[in-house]
């Protein structure tokens, strides 16, 4: 049961490292002030329960946060020709 716990809260915050770093792309090219101030208790919460996982997990997060980030480049790099 406590490794299904781990498991659920490692997939949860990962795929909210891929959002935190879609909201920080989006607040760089918006300046809505509705947008900024909305994400920051999101931000927050996300970054406190990031501080509680494992060293291990936190890496796990960075690798895959990185690795998507650098695909997403690649992307629209291709798109944009």
Request: aromatic share 18%; no cysteine; glycine share 4%.
């Amino acid at each position: 049961m406590t490794r299904q716990k781990y498991n659920y809260l490692s997939d949860e915050l990962i795929a909210e490292s891929l959002q935190v770093t879609n909201y920080l792309e989006q607040s760089r090219s918006s300046r809505l002030n509705v947008l900024q101030l909305d994400g920051e208790k999101w931000l927050e919460n996300y970054f406190h329960r990031y501080e509680k996982a494992s060293p291990r997990l936190q890496f796990h997060i960075f690798l895959f946060s990185s690795f998507y980030t650098r695909k997403m480049e690649w992307f629209l790099e291709g798109v944009r020709g």
